[in-house]
């Protein structure tokens, strides 16, 4: 069975620094990885998503790298910003396709100012 | 372009009452799937569907029926309503092989 790991589980840093989220799942055998944000309150927002075949992802400060092999993936925000503060969690899609997805519990993100 | 929209977003239920949430997208997306939320457990997958007409069980299937009599909507059933089925629901779609869209969770109480 699948399981999604992220550590740690709570971060807060100083605003305009660089940060490094994680992730790993314990099987290999994934369609992609998605990483989400989540407000309080709130639904979560697709951030970035890796096919198995691709290493990495960017869109704008955010960059996600997968390494299959080793069941990681990192999420990396440059220049954080007061309004990066959320939960990200992490998703992986087992190769049976049909988007369903295994969660990690989250890491709840504060940038302070 | 609403994306996906939950109904009720707030609920509260007796033990042993059945209710029906709701889901639709209108985004043509073929793939949908409903989640639970619940503190120190993450997400977990209730029942997707691939398609009208067919659906599956996910991981947490016990005490909710689902059907897709359309491409839009997605409703979630609670047959007979517990006490462990307290939650934040989330229904989510997609098409093959791109990112999922959620909407904005639905929250039950159930006394």
């Known amino acids: 069975k699948q399981e999604v790991t992220q550590i740690p589980a709570a971060l807060s840093v100083p605003e305009g620094e660089n940060l490094v989220l994680n992730c790993s799942f314990t099987d290999s055998a994934i369609y992609n990885l998605q990483w989400f944000r989540q407000d309080p309150g709130k639904g979560l927002t697709s951030l970035l998503l890796?096919?198995?075949?691709?290493r990495e992802q960017t869109s704008g400060r955010l960059n996600a790298s997968l390494d299959k092999s080793s069941g990681r993936s990192t999420l990396y925000i440059a220049a954080s910003q007061p309004g990066d503060s959320a939960t990200y969690l992490c998703a992986v899609e087992g190769i049976q396709g049909a988007q369903k997805l295994v969660f990690g519990q989250g890491t709840r993100l504060t940038i302070n100012p | 372009n609403a994306g996906v929209t939950q109904t009720p977003k707030f609920q509260v239920l007796k033990t042993g009452q059945s209710m029906t949430l709701q889901c639709a997208q209108d985004?043509?997306?073929?793939?949908m799937s409903w989640y639970r939320q619940d503190p120190g457990m993450g997400l977990r997958l209730i029942h997707y569907?691939?398609?009208?007409?067919?659906?599956d069980q996910g991981e947490v299937p016990n005490g909710y029926n689902v059907s897709r009599s359309t491409t839009e909507d997605f409703p979630l059933r609670l047959l007979s309503a517990a006490p462990s089925q307290t939650s934040v629901y989330f229904c989510?779609?997609?098409?093959?092989?791109?990112?999922?869209?959620f909407g904005e969770g639905s929250r039950l109480t159930v006394l």
């Open positions: 569907s691939v398609g009208a007409g067919i659906t």
């Open positions: 890796i096919q198995s075949s691709q």
């Open positions: 985004m043509n997306h073929e793939y």
């Open positions: 989510a779609s997609s098409t093959v092989g791109r990112e999922l869209f």
